[in-house]
């Protein structure tokens, strides 16, 4: 029974494991096959009143990559794990250390100098075994990102410089993959969904110098709460683009100031 009382067939875990052990087959085609007959996995009841069946298949069979696996990037994962997106390619080349404690919800103490791609794809397990994982443990340059992305659907913005963001979304563009941008500095934070077309991040910023290898948060440095907060609206965006429930933050960007509470919107 959903929280609003209404009827529904569902299977727990532990049945869904048994089914998968004696057919061999994944426990994401369990799922899937389940949905399919409008049986919901228990792990799901609470997002279909929101997503509906279709929405939470349409998420169990999609594809997702996130472009660093950081302060916003793992928060990302984690929501996607949890909303049950079905595959998720999780690509970063750096390892965790102490000034990652702060804001990154992957880092912890016991993984100080593990891999970030790794760190995470064991965490996607915990939270959610029926999700496939991809760690990729490489640095993003324009010679590789078509090759790591090209099974996504939707590509999600972990990344901390505007050199590296501009090459996943040109490449992103030629793919005609959406691409949903956040950014964080501070106490401020700023989202952007790109389709393949769009004018995207070529129309909120330029190129320069000293852009080329570090954002403004190597300056202002980033509280616990401010990745967590854009990291959550870059999840509603990608949910959103594979269900077709709602409507993109498309050719406007949302700025959000959390020291003064205020929300601004600038269309481009």
């Not at 915990?126 to 496939?132: M, P, Q, R």
């Not at 090759?147 to 913005?157: M, Q, T």
Request: one cysteine or more; a positive charge; hydrophobic letters at 45%.
């Amino acid at each position: 029974m959903t929280p609003d009382k209404k009827k529904i067939r569902v299977i727990d875990l532990k049945s869904v494991r048994l089914i998968a052990a004696k057919k061999r087959i994944p426990l994401r085609g369990i799922e899937i096959s389940c949905l399919e007959q409008n049986v919901v996995p228990m792990r799901y009841i609470r997002s279909i009143g929101t997503v509906g069946i279709e929405g939470q298949l349409k998420l169990l069979r999609s594809t997702v990559a996130v472009c660093g696996a950081g302060g916003l990037g793992g928060t990302v994962i984690e929501l996607l794990a949890r909303a049950g997106v079905g595959r998720l390619i999780i690509i970063d080349n750096d390892k965790f250390s102490e000034s990652n404690f702060n804001r990154q919800i992957m880092a912890a103490e016991a993984d100080l100098g593990k891999s970030k791609v790794k760190v995470a794809a064991a965490r996607v397990k915990k939270i959610n075994s029926a999700v496939e994982v991809s760690a990729v443990n490489k640095t993003i340059n324009s010679e590789n990102i078509k090759k790591l992305i090209i099974d996504a659907g939707v590509v999600l913005d972990g990344l901390d410089n505007l050199r590296t963001r501009r090459v996943v979304a040109r490449a992103c563009d030629e793919l005609k993959i959406p691409f949903v941008h956040g950014a964080i500095a501070g106490w401020c934070g700023q989202l952007l969904t790109v389709f393949p077309g769009d004018k995207g991040l070529n129309a909120i910023c330029g190129l320069s110098a000293e852009e080329n290898e570090y954002g403004m948060e190597t300056h202002t440095g980033n509280p616990a709460a401010t990745p967590a907060v854009i990291a959550a609206w870059e999840v509603q965006e990608a949910i959103k683009i594979i269900t077709g429930i709602g409507t993109p933050i498309r050719n406007r960007l949302i700025f959000l100031d959390f020291a003064d509470g205020n929300v601004d919107e600038i269309a481009l």
